[in-house]
Nanobody
Framework: QVQLVESGGGLVQAGGSLRLSCAAS????????MAWYRQDPGKQRELVAA???????NYADSVKGRFTISRDNAKNTVNLQMNSLKPEDTSVYFC???????????????WGQGTQVTVSS
């Protein structure tokens, strides 16, 4: 099966930086889109940033200019560089990948287990 393993969360002061990483492993034929979402208790999961296999990116308005998403297609990894962090960025961040398995035709979405990011004021 597929595993998405996240790392890099933690506690940081407002104005600081963190870098999240996610590695996908398994019998993967191709990964179309990789993304980061975040979710607060009692709220819907929201898209933070996404990047396609071709390198096209999109960001939530709240993080534009502060966060940068990047991926390594050869390694099936995606990173999220978070700068100028604000207390409102505090959340659980989830890695997401839309991919096709080696013996399948259709694309499926997979999720990581989530990593906590806490920004203190």
């Amino acid at each position: 099966q597929v595993q998405l393993v996240e790392s890099g969360g933690g506690l940081v002061q407002a104005g600081g930086s963190l870098r999240l990483s996610c590695a996908a492993s398994g019998k993967i034929a191709s990964i179309n889109r990789m993304a980061w979402y975040r979710q607060d208790p009692g709220k819907q999961r929201e898209l933070v940033a996404a990047v396609t296999s071709g390198g096209s990116t999109n960001y939530a308005d709240s993080v534009k200019g502060r966060f940068t998403i990047s991926r390594d297609n050869a390694k099936n990894t995606v990173n999220l560089q978070m700068n100028s962090l604000k207390p409102e960025d505090t959340s659980v961040y989830f890695c997401n990948a839309r991919l096709t398995l080696e013996d399948k035709i259709y694309e499926y979405a997979y999720w990581g287990q989530g990593t906590q990011v806490t920004v203190s004021s």
